[in-house]
């Protein structure tokens, strides 16, 4: 059974009210909602939203697919030395960049410009471009 069946399923189930109420109360249009009716896939976010008015889990939408666990990407497993390394690798990185602000931070100071003359004191994220020039 496609999505689009089940969602019209459960609507015919589970709500009372006409298709325009209930396309409101999912935030979106009437035509999208008989739209849905007929597709094969749907936006994660109105199958959040259909679930949350019809009072339904979202995996009933999903129905025997889900149970076979078919989803559209794959298992990946990670190893947890891999993790680890690649946390060292960051942090000595992080370490790096901590020293190289310092010393940046430091050739500014010296040249009497101060942190005062920053447009904004730089962050890990936006450390400043220094051109050191001989006088």
């Given at each position: 059974m496609k999505i689009g069946e089940r969602i019209r399923e459960a609507v015919e189930n589970q709500w009372t009210g006409t298709a325009d109420e209930l396309a409101a109360a999912c935030e979106m249009s009437v035509s999208t909602l008989y739209y849905l009716y007929k597709k094969d896939s749907v936006d994660t976010k109105h199958l959040m939203n259909l679930s949350k008015v019809l009072n339904v889990p979202v995996s009933y939408f999903l129905g025997e697919e889900?149970?076979?666990?078919t989803y559209p990407f794959r298992q990946v497993s990670i190893d947890s030395e891999y993790l680890k390394k690649y946390v060292e690798q960051l942090e000595?990185?992080?370490?790096?960049?901590?020293?190289?602000?310092?010393?940046?931070?430091?050739?500014?100071?010296r040249a009497g410009l101060g942190k005062q003359h920053l447009s904004s004191y730089p962050t890990r994220t936006q450390r400043p471009f220094v051109a050191v020039t001989a006088p």
């Open positions: 889900s149970e076979k666990n000595k990185e992080n370490a790096r960049l901590d020293r190289e602000n310092t010393f940046l931070m430091s050739i500014i100071d």
